[in-house]
């Protein structure tokens, strides 16, 4: 969640978003800073940081399930359903989506991926909240796939979780990464 954008900002609002220990110091904080640089900082340099490195909205689209495949609910730009926000990976110098999706193998068996165009390093992201579901990065399944170039994270089964996507094709669902 970014700081406000107007009126106060305190040091409780900038420890809770960008984290940090006691006694805090504004200099802990200065890389945050939207505007403004050097040694002086002011509280309005702060006006809506955040600490997420990347936020998408997906708009919810199906690929209905076969006998090999399940039905998957998100976007998907490799088989055309869904959408996503601006399509590129602020973290990843603007490579882009392929996938945010939930597959659902069947009801207790699913997966959730993230995947983006290009060989990437497993790393600069620590998070992947997608609906209010959390996933750790170091809980994925990391996969460079040299045929189509793109690398994806996968969480399976008891590590999904729920669908975070829902099943309403239409719906509109916020990603964040951080």
């Known amino acids: 969640m970014a700081l406000p954008t107007s ?38 340099q702060f006006y809506g940081a955040s600490s997420s490195l990347d936020t998408q909205t997906v708009t919810v689209g199906a690929y209905p399930g076969n006998q090999y495949v399940g039905p998957q609910w998100g976007f ?3 088989t055309g359903y869904g959408s996503v926000s601006d399509g590129t990976c602020n973290f990843y110098s603007g490579a882009a989506y392929h996938y945010l999706y939930y597959f659902d193998l069947n009801a207790s068996n699913g997966f959730f991926t993230f995947g983006v165009s290009g060989n990437r390093a497993n790393s600069g992201w620590t998070t992947c909240t997608a609906n209010g579901t959390v996933y750790q990065r170091t809980a994925a399944t990391y996969t460079y796939n040299s045929s189509n170039n793109n690398t994806y ?25 951080a």
């Open 7 to 44: 009126g106060a900002i305190s040091f409780a609002n900038l420890q809770s978003e960008f984290g940090g220990s006691n006694p805090i110091t504004m200099g802990e904080y200065a890389a945050f800073r939207v505007s403004g640089s050097g040694n002086t900082i002011s509280m309005n």
């Open 76 to 78: 998907n730009s490799i």
């Open 153 to 177: 994270w996968q969480w399976n089964d008891g590590g999904a979780g729920p669908n975070p996507m829902g099943t309403t094709v239409g719906a509109t669902k916020t990603v964040v990464f």
